[in-house]
């Protein structure tokens, strides 16, 4: 028996051993034949224009990640790389089948679909640090009436470097022709064996490069909301094919898999906790409420000076006197201003594709003003912009709002147009009018009033009045008179025209609140005012704000005194925006505050409801006065900040934010709590589960009854 196994071990030994030798006796046969027979340089003079599609495109996506992630990831990495060039060979593949003189046609096609891809994003990055999504086709609608926005900002020379792709396969093509070179290329091959071992060499590229990927990677890729992830891991390519894909989501997925996300969605509220009642709850209820949603108001603006002059001279006074949120931040994703005033109304995030007021506007929510109207008042919305903007029309009635004031009720001129429409003063003038005639009968009413001056790309500085943003005495000398010059600091930047821009909406807010004073409209009533999310100003400005030396006029480097670290993390930081509740006699009592826990957009229906006297078992945020130094701001791109940590998703690392060990349970916690948060809200938006949930107890409400 023994002797029977170690023969056996002996003939496997064997086998192995002449295996090997076999192998390598026919690798170096294959290799001197390719040699003998020039294979290589054969394949690559028949297949020229194949080769010359592949490298285009794999540089325009390579170049795509170098301009946008160049400050955070390895643009050169392997599995991009990789990704890319097994989806180029699998599609060039196809273009075998073709007659060689036909060829062209076939692969121009797709250079150009590959190189718009790439520009595209190009463009779109620099405008949403995202990559763009095929959700968005629905909003381009929007695109031309902010269409100066766009195209002044974000349209860069770099964006056009991808069209050298196509025009060098067209300049390749055009030599090739010259030298008939379609004619004479190796046609023995048939072509259809010749699109096979193409599309195996790019199918066997695939498989490498997905058992490569973690478990991590895929989850990622399936949900698809981590954007800059997946590029860097996936490509270009790959992901505008799975985006594609996933954007078809809201129409597929609310046909399938509705059950697991009620049963989610009952499991999630089940498990959460109701809000307690606190020394806040009641204390503004039947009060008129008037809510400013501030365009683009970013809080580091607060308490700002330039020469001595303050930029937001009024909302420095309502944070002095009313009740200040100085930690807030918005939770917008890419329907910005409709996302914001969507979370603030209904304490759901935004959705995870498309935009809540655009492709979801037909579902239930339950929203401030309906709340509101349940307790007797009269509800309003003003906006001088276009009311099918953002679909608003539509939506503010679906929120709840009895009357909704747009464009058409304003009169708007060249002369009181500033930027994208009716200039704010002259909007508050008007709408003071319209509050004064208000049809409410003696009901209490509850108004949202949307600013629109203080929206990027802050360029129509000369009508937003005199705001110096410069230095004057900071130690710079004109060489020739010796007299002392301005140190131009901010002017001419955009962050600098913001802050001019900014002091004149913040002018129209005084304004304003002196005319609801003077007209008695601020009697009995609780002024709110937030701003709806960060206005997108270029890092590289911060910079300058905070690096800047007047007495040289040069930007500090780590190396200087006093220089200042503005990173990505900064960034997201200071993305903060003002959230106040103020009434005039609101000063000295206990309710002139400032909280400094963070706090969301979410957090608003729980921590306002309270004081109106109403709550929403389904909100998804806090009452802050409850929740406290234990909150959680949720961002739609899974970031997260806690008053711990500030948490980034794309990069997997966090910054913390006291002096504090972080114990990894915390975040992978945290982690675990934001997942779920988006999942539930992003199903109770897809699957309509509120109108579900309302018809399943009226149903089970009648069965019993019988
Ligand atoms: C348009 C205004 C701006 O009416 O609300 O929207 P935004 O561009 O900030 O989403
Ligand atoms: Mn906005």
Redesign the pocket.
């Known amino acids: 028996m023994n002797l029977k196994k170690k023969n056996k071990d002996k003939n496997n030994k064997f086998n192995i051993k002449a295996f090997m030798v076999d192998a390598k006796k026919q690798t170096i046969h294959f290799f001197k034949v390719v040699k003998k027979e020039h294979l290589i340089t054969k394949y690559l003079k028949n297949n020229v224009l194949f080769l010359t599609f592949v490298i285009t495109c794999l540089i325009n996506s390579t170049m795509l990640r170098f301009f946008t992630m160049h400050t955070t990831e390895n643009y050169l990495a392997f599995k991009p790389i990789l990704a890319d060039v097994s989806i180029l060979i699998i599609v060039g593949s196809f273009g075998y089948l073709l007659k060689p003189k036909y060829r062209f046609i076939y692969y121009f096609i797709f250079d150009v679909f590959f190189t718009a891809i790439c520009m595209i994003n190009s463009i779109y990055y620099t405008f949403y640090t995202s990559f763009a999504s095929v959700s968005m086709l629905s909003l381009t609608q929007y695109i031309g009436e ?1 269409g100066d926005a766009v195209t002044e900002n974000v349209f860069e020379l770099k964006d056009l470097l991808y069209i050298i792709g196509p025009i060098i396969l067209c300049f390749v093509h055009y030599k090739l022709k010259k030298r008939d070179y379609y004619a004479k290329i190796d046609l023995k091959k048939s072509r259809k064996k010749k699109a096979l071992t193409t599309l195996v060499v790019g199918c066997i590229l695939a498989v490498i490069f997905t058992v490569t990927l973690s478990s991590l990677e895929v989850g990622r890729f399936a949900k698809q909301w981590n954007r800059e992830y997946i590029v860097m891991r996936f490509g270009i390519y790959i992901y505008q094919f799975n985006d594609a894909f996933v954007s078809l989501q809201p129409k597929i997925n609310s046909m399938f898999g509705y059950d697991n996300a009620m049963k989610n969605f009952k499991e999630y509220y089940k498990d959460k906790q109701q809000e307690q009642s606190n020394e806040y709850t009641n204390i503004f209820e039947g009060k008129n409420v008037i809510v400013i949603h501030g ?2 108001i970013q809080n580091n603006a607060i308490n700002r000076k330039f020469n001595d002059v303050e930029v937001t001279p009024t909302l420095n006074r309502l944070t002095r006197e009313g009740m200040y949120f100085s930690n807030f931040y918005s939770q917008v994703s890419v ?4 996302d914001a005033e969507f979370t603030f109304n209904t304490s759901l995030m935004p959705a995870q594709n498309g935009t809540v007021f655009v492709s979801y506007f037909d579902r239930k929510y339950y929203a401030i003003p309906q709340f509101l109207k349940d307790k007797g008042y009269y509800t309003f919305s003003m ?1 001088g ?2 009311a099918d ?2 679909n608003r029309r539509t939506m503010h009635k679906n929120l709840g709002y009895d009357k909704f004031y747009s464009k058409e009720t304003y009169k708007v001129t060249k002369e009181n147009t500033i930027g ?1 429409g009716i200039s704010d003063k002259e909007f508050f003038k008007q709408s003071i009018e319209k509050m004064k005639k208000l049809n409410n009968k003696g009901k209490p009413f509850y108004g949202l009033l ?1 600013t ?1 001056t203080n ?1 990027t790309p802050f360029s129509d500085t000369e009508k937003y009045g005199e705001f110096d943003v410069d230095i004057k005495n900071g130690g710079l000398t004109d060489k020739e008179t010796g007299e002392s010059i301005p140190s131009p600091y901010m002017e001419g930047t955009k962050l600098g025209n913001y802050f001019k821009s900014l002091h004149y909406a913040d002018e129209a807010l005084g304004e304003f609140i002196k005319a609801l004073e003077d007209n008695g409209l601020m009697e009995n009533t609780v002024f709110v005012l937030y701003g ?2 960060d206005a997108r100003l270029p890092k590289k400005d911060y910079n300058r704000l905070f690096n800047y030396d007047a007495a040289t006029d040069e930007i500090k480097t780590e190396e200087d005194e006093g220089y200042v670290n503005f990173d990505d993390y900064q960034y997201e930081l200071n993305r903060k925006v003002p959230f106040i509740i103020w009434t005039p006699d609101m000063k000295g009592t206990k309710l002139n505050q400032e909280i400094t826990n963070v706090m969301g957009m979410y957090d608003v229906m729980p921590t306002l409801g309270n004081m109106l006297g109403f709550s929403n078992k389904y909100a998804l945020g806090h009452d802050i006065f409850n929740i406290k130094e234990n909150n959680i701001v949720v961002f739609p791109n899974g970031n997260w900040v806690t008053n711990k940590v500030y948490y980034n998703s794309q990069k997997g690392q966090y910054l913390t934010l006291k002096e504090e060990a972080i114990d990894e349970n915390y975040i992978k916690n945290n982690n675990k709590y934001t997942e779920k948060l988006l999942a539930v809200s992003d199903n109770i938006i897809v699957f309509d589960l509120f109108k579900k949930q309302e018809e399943q107890e009226k149903e089970k409400f009648s069965n019993e009854g019988e």
């Open positions: 902010v365009e683009s329907g910005t201003s409709s906006h912009n276009n903007f953002w994208l949307i629109l929206h709806d999310h």
